[in-house]
């Protein structure tokens, strides 16, 4: 009889790897490929580092020289360590300016924040198309440019040509015919506080209200079956979803409200008196009309670490609370 023999299987080859292709004509490679992403950023970075660190290097220095219209033309200052910063700090002027800068960004980012939310809220629960109106109408006055808004407002406030005033004597209060508003200081302030929420709260109120967006509706669905009212659901459940947004757009406006030099520089100038004076305007002011820019630098770096300081003492706040929450 025939014995099987069982077939030997054929020795395994190891597997090649095929050959690495040759690199495109034209085409970087290696390391020089990795790079290439780095070299095509690299202007956009060196055109931030020109006009953003070189500006601010120059100030620190400043705040440290014996800086004034003569050293500005010659370009030979002395450092003179902390003297500018020991001036400012003795002066009872500069201290009444922190603290109307102070009053000035916690009336302006609170009625911001209140009134943001607020409108967030009420474009949230608007049909289509009294959303897209009011959504079209925050985006046109956000879009408005700061000089021509700030012009608008003085026309409107215009001691005698203004729209309030004929508005206010037409109801029969003769006592504001031709009132002059940027002579009274407390009407002023008023006034460059009404004009800096309207320019602020659209943005404001835009970004809080796609944060709404994001909030599942099953979250208040389920708070109304436990018999939750409109401010419960806003304290529990819509407030702690918009906390990370809430505390970026704070954080936004404390920035922008504590450097707002614009609308008060074209619109009173910091007057009447000092009435409407705060640190950006005090050191424009003191760097200009006196001529010490190294006092004026040095009252720039007092501003960029008190605005640092209250934004870290809010973070250390809210991140102390989430904490405390979990």
Same mark, same amino acid.
């Given at each position: ?45 060196? /055109? ?14 400043? +705040? ?9 033309? +010659?370009?030979? =200052? ?41 409108? =967030? ?21 956000? =879009? ?15 001691? !005698? ?13 003769? +006592? ?51 018999? =939750?009212?409109? /401010? ?20 936004? !406006? ?41 006092? /004026? ?30």
């Amino acid at each position: 009889m025939p014995v099987a023999v069982e077939p030997t299987s054929a020795p395994r080859t190891p597997r090649q790897r095929p050959a690495p292709r040759p690199a495109a004509p034209g085409r970087p490679a290696g390391r020089a490929h990795g790079l290439w992403p780095y070299a095509l950023i690299a202007p956009a970075i060196g /055109g931030m580092l020109y006009l953003l660190v070189y500006p601010l290097v120059r100030a620190v220095l400043i +705040s440290f020289q014996d800086f004034r219209l003569r050293q500005l033309i +010659s370009g030979n =200052a002395e450092f003179v360590g902390l003297r500018n910063y020991r001036t400012l700090l003795a002066d009872p002027r500069f201290w009444e300016v922190v603290r109307r800068t102070f009053l000035f960004m916690a009336i302006n980012v609170v009625l911001i924040m209140v009134i943001a939310t607020l409108v =967030a809220l009420m474009v949230e629960r608007l049909r289509r198309v009294g959303r897209t109106v009011v959504l079209c109408s925050l985006v046109l006055a956000w =879009a408005m440019p700061v000089v021509a808004a700030t012009t608008v407002f003085q026309w409107l406030f215009h001691s !005698e040509f203004g729209v309030v005033n004929w508005a206010l004597t037409s109801l029969g209060l003769d +006592s504001f015919e031709r009132y002059p508003w940027f002579a009274n200081g407390t009407a002023a302030f008023a006034i460059l506080v009404t004009l800096i929420v309207w320019q602020s709260v659209p943005f404001a109120a835009i970004t809080l209200y796609s944060a709404l967006t994001t909030v599942p509706l099953e979250l208040y669905e389920s708070a109304r079956l436990d018999g =939750a009212g409109a /401010g419960r659901i806003f304290r529990s459940v819509t407030f702690p979803m918009l906390r990370p947004i809430f505390l970026l757009v704070f954080s936004l !406006e404390v920035i922008w409200t504590f450097k707002a030099f614009v609308q008060i520089w074209v619109m009173t100038r910091g007057g009447p008196g000092d009435a409407t004076t705060i640190l950006p305007v005090y050191a424009v002011q003191t760097a200009l009309s006196s001529q010490r820019y190294d006092l /004026g630098s040095a009252t720039s770096m007092i501003t960029v670490v008190l605005m640092s300081g209250v934004l870290v003492l809010y973070f250390r706040q809210m991140f102390r609370q989430e904490d405390e929450t979990r």
